[in-house]
T-cell receptor
């Protein structure tokens, strides 16, 4: 069964450093998403991406965040200057179409900012 | 805007028994979907069951079924014959069609513990 792959599974970074979280969506999917889950809390939408541009973003997704699909296969989330409160599980998801069919989550990247 | 509320922070059940997790939602959209996701200790998000709002029939997937009450905006998950592997955090989520590009809105989650 096709999977959404996220790397690394766990990343530790120092406060103020830039991090890039990587995702390889399912190959025929066109819609891409990032979600965040702070430990013990609910999963929160960050951003959706379609046709090489952001479709929708939440208020969490401020100027320190950016997304990119640099080579047609990877989908990345960059956090420019990490803060302690960015420590969370970050999930990538992809969908075949806009109507949520075949929507699949990756296994997540645990980001720890120290 | 959509909201999803899970009012049970924690639930427990004995193995082989039945448990029901509650969820209420609010949306102004007429076309929407509702989901239950399971998050085991590995923290992966696993789709358990999905319900299209336009379908009156409640969705069923093996031991998992939902009670979808559209007028009451209620979407509960019933787990029959509970197994130890069902121990996990369960999230209710909604998706609205229209202009939303696949954005899921999640509830706060319910921690389910299945006891032997």
């Amino acid at each position: 069964e096709p999977e959404v792959t996220q790397t690394p599974s766990h990343q530790v970074t120092q406060m103020g450093q830039e991090v890039i979280l990587r995702c390889v969506p399912i190959s025929n999917h066109l819609y891409f998403y990032w979600y965040r889950q702070i430990l013990g809390q609910k999963v929160e939408f960050l951003v959706s991406f379609y046709n090489n541009e952001i479709s929708e973003k939440s208020e969490i997704f401020d100027d320190q965040f950016s997304v990119e699909r640099p080579d047609g296969s990877n989908f990345t989330l960059k956090i420019r200057s990490t803060k302690l409160e960015d420590s969370a599980m970050y999930f990538c998801a992809s969908g075949r179409d806009r109507d949520i069919q075949g929507y699949t989550f990756g296994s997540g990247t645990r980001l720890t900012v120290v | 805007a959509q909201t999803v509320t899970q009012s049970q922070p924690e639930m427990s059940v004995q193995e082989a028994e039945t448990v029901t997790l509650s969820c209420t939602y609010d949306t102004s959209e007429s076309n929407y979907y509702l989901f239950w996701y399971k998050q085991p200790p590995s923290r992966q998000m696993i789709l358990v069951i999905r319900q299209e709002a336009y379908k009156q029939q409640n969705a069923t997937e093996n031991r998992f079924s939902v009670n979808f009450q559209k007028a009451a905006k209620s979407f509960s998950l019933k787990i029959s014959d509970s197994q130890l592997g069902d121990t996990a955090m369960y999230f209710c989520a909604s998706y609205a069609g229209g202009t939303s590009y696949g954005k899921l809105t999640f509830g706060q989650g319910t921690i389910l513990t299945v006891h032997p």
